[in-house]
Nanobody, 124 residues
Framework: QVQLVESGGGLVQAGGSLTLSCAAF????????MAWFRQAPGKEREFVAV????????SYEDSVEGRFTISRDNAKNTLYLQMNSLKPEDTAAYYC?????????????????WGQGTQVTVSS
């Protein structure tokens, strides 16, 4: 079983920056793909970014490409999301997730562990 704990959310003005962290407990996650999702009020949860288990591959949702950077520190069992040039439309609860497949294929994600979420609010 893996427990994920996100932190780093908060209130920021448009154009500002935040860095989210997701610490994993209960299992070493170095061999698993990890991702960030977000859910705004009244909307479905959507994909934000993913990083491969070896950190060699990343992918982003179009609206955050060039503004957000996903990274991981396997020694600390922690996932990060650096968010720059934030916009009001980035306001959402942000969740980290771990793929359940050892050294999984990014084209066939199977996220089975989820954090509790951290709120990001961007004011205009």
């Amino acid at each position: 079983q893996v427990q994920l704990v996100e932190s780093g959310g908060g209130l920021v003005q448009a154009g500002g920056s935040l860095t989210l962290s997701c610490a994993a407990f209960g299992r070493t996650i170095s061999s698993y793909n990890m991702a960030w999702f977000r859910q705004a009020p009244g909307k479905e949860r959507e994909f934000v970014a993913v990083i491969s288990w070896g950190a060699g591959n990343t992918s982003y949702e179009d609206s955050v490409e060039g503004r957000f950077t996903i990274s991981r520190d396997n020694a600390k069992n922690t996932l990060y999301l650096q968010m720059n040039s934030l916009k009001p439309e980035d306001t959402a609860a942000y969740y980290c997730a771990v793929d359940g497949t050892l050294r999984g294929d990014l084209r066939r994600p199977r996220y089975i562990y989820w954090g509790q979420g951290t709120q990001v609010t961007v004011s205009s």
